[in-house]
């Protein structure tokens, strides 16, 4: 499987009405998925937005940014690995 075609381990959701702007969570943001909105928000500022997609779920982001309920990080449940399959006698 390509790098690609990889799905990814996490997500963001950006509350951009409580996001003021600061951009922590984007200099926090080590794969650089988060970056400052072209758009206001009601209080005029740029709030942060993701990418769309190439989050791991670390978190950090999450823990840089001083606005509680601006950001959720969703991380992706791993998948159980299949038994491993059973040796028969030829």
């Known amino acids: 499987m390509s790098e ?32 400052q909105s072209d758009s206001l928000n009601r209080y005029g500022y740029h709030p942060a937005e993701y990418a769309g997609h190439g989050c791991n779920g670390c978190g950090l982001c999450f823990y840089a940014c001083p606005e509680p309920g601006a950001i959720t990080v969703y991380k992706r449940a791993a998948v159980p690995r299949t038994a491993e399959p059973e040796l028969v006698a030829a």
């Not at 997500?11 to 003021?20: H, R």
């Not at 702007?21 to 794969?31: D, I, Q, T």
């Open 4 to 35: 690609s075609a990889r799905p990814d381990k996490g997500s963001v959701a950006i509350n951009a009405e409580e996001c003021k702007g600061c951009g922590l969570c984007v200099v926090s943001c080590a794969l650089g998925v988060l970056r």
